[in-house]
Antibody, heavy 118, light 107 residues
Framework: QGQLVESGGGLVRPGGSLRLSCAASGFSFSDYSLSWIRQAPGKGLEWISYINNGGNTIHYADSVQGRFTISRDNAKSSLYLQMNSLRVDDTAVYYC???????????WGQGTLVAVSS | DIQMTQSPSSLSASVGDRVTITCRASQYIRSFLNWYQQIPGKAPKILIYGASNLQSGVPSRFSGSGSGTDFTLIISSLQPEDFATYYCQQGYGTPVTFGGGTKVEIK
């Protein structure tokens, strides 16, 4: 059974940076596209970024374009999200999720909380 | 961007009730519509993909239908473990977008 485990969340000041990681196990990581999806406290789900299996197709939501960078290391079965210029409204639980068909996500991590506050 | 509108935003129902949740896309998305269930404090869980395909391991009381712009999730007989928030999500194009959620509460 596949598993995704996020790490790297925490408390950061506005304007600061964080790097999230997502470690995969139990499936052939290099065969799958992945996304980062976040959820602000008490709010709904917001997709923020996608990377295909080879890492050569990437998409971002407008809300993070130019500030966040998604990447992956297939040799390490790991997905990353570099978050720069963080804002208060980036406060959320961040999930990594595996796409199994056409942007449908079957495996999700447990989430990691990013809190942006002064 | 494709806007996804769910209704209702919340509902109260009893165990054994039939529950219907609708999702409307602001433009044509063929059958690229997925449904997720989220229990508080947990990650979302996929129930239905491609509008009507039941994910492996999901009980058959869940079903999905629709194509184009209008979609429906039905729970045929609500069980205690089904009290949760349900989200639709379109996978037709980026940005991927989710509906606002439907919270199913105990009556």
């Amino acid at each position: 059974q596949g598993q995704l485990v996020e790490s790297g969340g925490g408390l950061v000041r506005p304007g600061g940076s964080l790097r999230l990681s997502c470690a995969a196990s139990g499936f052939s990581f290099s065969d799958y596209s992945l996304s980062w999806i976040r959820q602000a406290p008490g709010k709904g789900l917001e997709w923020i970024s996608y990377i295909n299996n080879g890492g050569n197709t990437i998409h971002y939501a407008d809300s993070v374009q130019g500030r966040f960078t998604i990447s992956r290391d297939n040799a390490k079965s790991s997905l990353y999200l570099q978050m720069n210029s963080l804002r208060v409204d980036d406060t959320a639980v961040y999930y990594c999720a595996r796409e199994f068909v056409e942007m449908a996500h079957d495996y999700w991590g447990q989430g990691t909380l990013v809190a942006v506050s002064s | 961007d494709i806007q996804m509108t769910q209704s209702p935003s919340s509902l109260s129902a009893s165990v054994g009730d039939r529950v219907t949740i609708t999702c409307r896309a602001s433009q044509y998305i063929r059958s690229f519509l997925n449904w997720y269930q989220q229990i508080p404090g947990k990650a979302p869980k996929i129930l239905i993909y491609g509008a009507s395909n039941l994910q492996s391991g999901v009980p058959s009381r869940f079903s999905g239908s629709g194509s184009g712009t209008d979609f429906t999730l039905i729970i045929s007989s609500l069980q205690p473990e089904d009290f949760a928030t349900y989200y639709c999500q379109q996978g037709y194009g980026t940005p991927v977008t989710f509906g606002g959620g439907t919270k199913v509460e105990i009556k």
